[in-house]
């Protein structure tokens, strides 16, 4: 029987191999086999939550610091000739470690986006918070770059799309691939830099960027999103037949009714309540929600599953969608389309008249829907003004819906989930794919209705797995850190709203300060401030519950045609009941961590692409608007310049540096401001400005302002901006104490 290692072992191992610090690396350093890694698991638990290691991925590090050996990925040098480097394996919620590259004369060249394995120290120095030492580089694929190609005497070069990158490509005469002056192309890293620029080989011309659908082509190129079906996947789905009766509960009597968008792609859930005739739950209703049984059709293993588990989830523009299925199962078999039967996977839940839970029951299904529905059609029946197809719905059907969701509104007030106001911005096109208008969507009731009865039937699936002890993917959102919250805290004194310190955080508190803002002209501010303290949601195996909807448990369940985690839910609920033989495979629970850290990154990747592909259709409605002068307020601040996000768009513009005077600015990492040496004008988050559009590209996306007044005050001019307007910088440095302050008054004369 293997050994298994004291706490110190482990700790002393981990601390002398930075860089093997999995659970399978520990475990093969102590030769730890078979059942007995139940063990090892327990304890490396309980040097988690008894503070000694932080788990993030798939290791166990230091929570407090960077490894000693650390993976870096090199960024361009600064203005100076300095060399940093950006830290892969930072997982900090605070302020990203600057680190600091020494270099030797032994040490190959570097360059943007080598990947390295260095040796770290930890420094106090004022720009950076470590040195590192290369070991060696990381091997990686050829660079790739997006851009637009110019065609030149020697051959030409490649103008980059990222609004991110600043240096163009060199092309050889050889090596343009037959490219067209003014082409969208991709090329790849072909040798050294020549003539200070990398030198690169086309590998596809993707045509005219101009043409308002490359647009969404871009982010998709750009972030490497698959949009082509491999053909055994689609000769796979088109083999598919529909589900039959057999095995399933004949649900096609129910009136189960999808509501989505007006131009929803599919419709992948319905619902239908009525009032509950216990007596014993007077008051109360019935809910069912039918969710599309994809597990039927996507089995494990299948060219079907490994080509969805590849995508992880669907990724929507405004003028195409790039689905995690195959159309003939997204927009077909799997949709839940009007008068047709249809596999499902439903639960019955019961809830009493104050909103709360009470009873759920699964059951795998055959539906059949009497009707698709979208949000603003129901909602004008609700009010008094129904068409011919809500008509006969209304009272049936509508009305009992609206009941059951009046109940819930209830129970979400006592559960307090964070509430912010935040408009998304929504991106009209015209049929040719250019941008006629850029709305603020209508947040309906007919929305809040699915997405409460969404979220119920999400805690009834996680709560029956649990119950059942049937390994899942939970939707995990954990706690605020204690830096956001106290970077929270600061903003909202700014405007004037107190954030009670010193107690442990509830959604309700956060709450409290978003309705003590609403109304006012910090309203958005505290919005948007709350929203940056949040940590990012994920997908894992544990369960740490869902702080933001106030949950203890919670699983994605109702949405397997877009989002690949759904599909995992199913398919354990599928092994729970004992429906078939399509349920979760040994295989597919022993890689559950890795498939959740998969397709967490796969949704940060789509959402990445969908707000740049937002990005350049604003630069392109506002490319024809350059000279105009704008409202906005701050809301970034970086060491290259400040983000105003503009009032009517929503669109965010960089003020570069460069423009804001002839003074010279120190950047304040951790008040995240910018301060006049000579005038003392700090820039911060929040503040009132008024800026002129100086350019607007479409195919990168960026939009470049000057700011004319800043919180309803002209911009000062400042001093000279020559090398000899160094000395004010260290002035500045060594007036850092005096910045909150400063900060506080001149935010604070606001117009």
């Given at each position: 029987?293997?050994?298994?290692?004291?706490?110190?072992?482990?700790?002393?191992?981990?601390?002398?191999?930075?860089?093997?610090?999995?659970?399978?690396?520990?475990?093969?350093?102590?030769?730890?086999?078979?059942?007995?890694?139940?063990?090892?698991?327990?304890?490396?638990?309980?040097?988690?939550?008894?503070?000694?290691?932080?788990?993030?991925?798939?290791?166990?590090?230091?929570?407090?610091?960077?490894?000693?050996?650390?993976?870096?990925?090199?960024?361009?040098p600064d203005s100076n000739g300095d060399l940093f480097a950006r830290p892969l394996e930072w997982?900090?919620?605070?302020?990203?470690?600057?680190?600091?590259?020494?270099?030797?004369?032994?040490?190959?060249?570097?360059?943007?986006?080598?990947?390295?394995?260095?040796?770290?120290?930890?420094?106090?120095?004022?720009?950076?918070?470590?040195?590192?030492?290369?070991?060696?580089?990381?091997?990686?694929?050829?660079?790739?770059?997006?851009?637009?190609?110019?065609?030149?005497?020697?051959?030409?070069?490649?103008?980059?799309?990222?609004?991110?990158?600043?240096?163009?490509?060199?092309?050889?005469?050889?090596?343009?691939?037959?490219?067209?002056?003014?082409?969208?192309?991709?090329?790849?890293?072909?040798?050294?830099?020549?003539?200070?620029?990398?030198?690169?080989?086309?590998?596809?011309?993707?045509?005219?960027?101009?043409?308002?659908?490359?647009?969404?082509?871009?982010?998709?190129?750009?972030?490497?999103?698959?949009?082509?079906?491999?053909?055994?996947?689609?000769?796979?789905?088109?083999?598919?037949?529909?589900?039959?009766?057999?095995?399933?509960?004949?649900?096609?009597?129910?009136?189960?009714?999808?509501?989505?968008?007006?131009?929803?792609?599919?419709?992948?859930?319905?619902?239908?309540?009525?009032?509950?005739?216990?007596?014993?739950?007077?008051?109360?209703?019935?809910?069912?929600?039918?969710?599309?049984?994809?597990?039927?059709?996507?089995?494990?293993?299948?060219?079907?599953?490994?080509?969805?588990?590849?995508?992880?989830?669907?990724?929507?523009?405004?003028?195409?969608?790039?689905?995690?299925?195959?159309?003939?199962?997204?927009?077909?078999?799997?949709?839940?389309?009007?008068?047709?039967?249809?596999?499902?996977?439903?639960?019955?839940?019961?809830?009493?008249?104050?909103?709360?839970?009470?009873?759920?029951?699964?059951?795998?299904?055959?539906?059949?829907?009497?009707?698709?529905?979208?949000?603003?059609?129901?909602?004008?029946?609700?009010?008094?003004?129904?068409?011919?197809?809500?008509?006969?719905?209304?009272?049936?059907?509508?009305?009992?819906?609206?009941?059951?969701?009046?109940?819930?509104?209830?129970?979400?007030?006592?559960?307090?989930?964070?509430?912010?106001?935040?408009?998304?911005?929504?991106?009209?096109?015209?049929?040719?794919?250019?941008?006629?208008?850029?709305?603020?969507?209508?947040?309906?009731?007919?929305?809040?209705?699915?997405?409460?009865?969404?979220?119920?039937?999400?805690?009834?699936?996680?709560?029956?797995?649990?119950?059942?002890?049937?390994?899942?993917?939970?939707?995990?959102?954990?706690?605020?850190?204690?830096?956001?919250?106290?970077?929270?805290?600061?903003?909202?004194?700014?405007?004037?709203?107190?954030?009670?310190?010193?107690?442990?955080?509830?959604?309700?508190?956060?709450?409290?300060?978003?309705?003590?803002?609403?109304?006012?002209?910090?309203?958005?501010?505290?919005?948007?401030?709350?929203?940056?303290?949040?940590?990012?949601?994920?997908?894992?195996?544990q369960n740490f519950g869902h702080f933001g909807?106030?949950?203890?448990?919670?699983?994605?369940?109702?949405?397997?045609?877009?989002?690949?985690?759904?599909?995992?839910?199913?398919?354990?609920?599928?092994?729970?009941?004992?429906?078939?033989?399509?349920?979760?495979?040994?295989?597919?629970?022993?890689?559950?961590?890795?498939?959740?850290?998969?397709?967490?990154?796969?949704?940060?990747?789509?959402?990445?692409?969908?707000?740049?592909?937002?990005?350049?259709?604003?630069?392109?409605?506002?490319?024809?608007?350059?000279?105009?002068?704008?409202?906005?307020?701050?809301?970034?601040?970086?060491?290259?310049?400040?983000?105003?996000?503009?009032?009517?768009?929503?669109?965010?513009?960089?003020?570069?540096?460069?423009?804001?005077?002839?003074?010279?600015?120190?950047?304040?990492?951790?008040?995240?401001?910018?301060?006049?040496?000579?005038?003392?004008?700090?820039?911060?988050?929040?503040?009132?400005?008024?800026?002129?559009?100086?350019?607007?590209?479409?195919?990168?996306?960026?939009?470049?302002?000057?700011?004319?007044?800043?919180?309803?005050?002209?911009?000062?001019?400042?001093?000279?901006?020559?090398?000899?307007?160094?000395?004010?910088?260290?002035?500045?440095?060594?007036?850092?104490?005096?910045?909150?302050?400063?900060?506080?008054?001149?935010?604070?004369?606001?117009?």
């Amino acid at each position: 029987m293997s050994r298994i290692p004291s706490k110190p072992e482990i700790l002393d191992w981990i601390a002398a191999n930075p860089t093997l610090t999995a659970k399978r690396d520990i475990a093969k350093a102590f030769g730890i086999k078979g059942a007995a890694r139940i063990d090892l698991k327990r304890l490396l638990r309980e040097l988690e939550d008894e503070g000694h290691l932080e788990k993030r991925k798939k290791t166990y590090q230091d929570p407090d610091r960077l490894p000693p050996v650390s993976i870096l990925q090199v960024l361009a040098p600064d203005s100076n000739g300095d060399l940093f480097a950006r830290p892969l394996e930072w997982h900090g919620t605070g302020v990203e470690p600057v680190v600091l590259m020494i270099t030797r004369a032994s040490d190959p060249a570097l360059g943007e986006g080598d990947r390295i394995l260095a040796r770290l120290t930890v420094v106090t120095a004022e720009d950076h918070n470590y040195e590192a030492r290369m070991i060696r580089r990381v091997g990686s694929n050829p660079k790739k770059i997006l851009g637009v190609f110019r065609k030149t005497a020697e051959g030409g070069r490649i103008l980059p799309v990222d609004k991110g990158a600043d240096k163009e490509w060199q092309v050889p005469s050889d090596a343009t691939g037959g490219a067209k002056d003014g082409e969208l192309v991709e090329a790849e890293l072909a040798g050294p830099a020549r003539m200070g620029l990398p030198r690169a080989r086309i590998v596809e011309r993707l045509g005219d960027p101009s043409a308002p659908k490359a647009v969404s082509l871009i982010a998709i190129r750009q972030h490497g999103i698959p949009d082509d079906f491999p053909d055994e996947v689609i000769a796979e789905a088109d083999a598919m037949k529909p589900m039959g009766l057999k095995g399933r509960e004949d649900l096609r009597d129910m009136p189960l009714v999808t509501i989505d968008p007006w131009d929803a792609r599919d419709h992948d859930d319905a619902c239908y309540a009525h009032a509950d005739d216990d007596p014993k739950n007077k008051g109360g209703h019935i809910i069912w929600v039918a969710i599309a049984d994809v597990a039927a059709y996507v089995t494990p293993g299948s060219a079907l599953d490994r080509e969805a588990r590849k995508r992880g989830n669907s990724t929507y523009f405004p003028d195409r969608v790039v689905p995690m299925l195959p159309d003939r199962l997204s927009g077909d078999l799997c949709s839940l389309h009007e008068g047709v039967p249809r596999a499902c996977i439903a639960v019955r839940m019961q809830i009493d008249a104050q909103g709360e839970k009470l009873s759920h029951k699964f059951v795998r299904g055959l539906m059949r829907s009497p009707a698709s529905l979208n949000y603003e059609e129901v909602q004008a029946a609700i009010d008094g003004n129904p068409n011919d197809r809500c008509g006969p719905l209304l009272e049936p059907v509508l009305q009992p819906l609206y009941d059951a969701y009046a109940a819930l509104v209830k129970a979400r007030h006592l559960r307090q989930p964070l509430e912010l106001d935040l408009p998304e911005r929504q991106i009209v096109l015209e049929d040719d794919g250019t941008v006629s208008s850029v709305n603020f969507k209508e947040r309906l009731d007919a929305h809040r209705l699915i997405e409460e009865f969404m979220v119920l039937a999400n805690v009834a699936a996680a709560e029956t797995l649990i119950a059942k002890k049937q390994p899942l993917l939970f939707r995990v959102h954990e706690e605020p850190s204690p830096e956001k919250l106290n970077a929270l805290r600061e903003i909202a004194l700014e405007a004037g709203f107190p954030l009670a310190k010193g107690q442990v955080l509830k959604t309700a508190h956060l709450n409290n300060l978003l309705n003590s803002a609403a109304g006012s002209e910090d309203a958005e501010l505290i919005n948007i401030s709350t929203l940056r303290s949040m940590m990012q949601a994920y997908y894992g195996p544990q369960n740490f519950g869902h702080f933001g909807l106030a949950l203890r448990n919670y699983a994605h369940f109702t949405s397997p045609i877009r989002r690949y985690a759904d599909l995992i839910v199913h398919r354990a609920l599928v092994t729970a009941h004992g429906w078939g033989k399509d349920g979760l495979k040994p295989e597919d629970i022993e890689r559950l961590e890795e498939t959740g850290q998969h397709i967490s990154d796969t949704e940060r990747r789509s959402m990445v692409a969908e707000r740049d592909t937002t990005d350049r259709y604003l630069a392109s409605y506002l490319s024809e608007r350059v000279g105009d002068e704008f409202t906005g307020r701050i809301s970034g601040v970086a060491k290259f310049g400040a983000f105003v996000k503009l009032d009517d768009s929503g669109a965010d513009g960089l003020v570069p540096i460069r423009t804001l005077g002839r003074e010279f600015f120190h950047f304040d990492r951790e008040a995240g401001t910018l301060m006049g040496a000579d005038t003392g004008l700090t820039i911060g988050v929040g503040q009132w400005v008024t800026a002129r559009l100086t350019e607007a590209t479409p195919v990168t996306g960026g939009v470049a302002l000057e700011l004319l007044t800043i919180d309803g005050e002209k911009m000062p001019q400042g001093g000279s901006r020559s090398p000899a307007g160094r000395a004010p910088r260290r002035k500045a440095a060594k007036g850092k104490r005096k910045t909150d302050k400063i900060k506080r008054k001149v935010s604070r004369k606001r117009s």
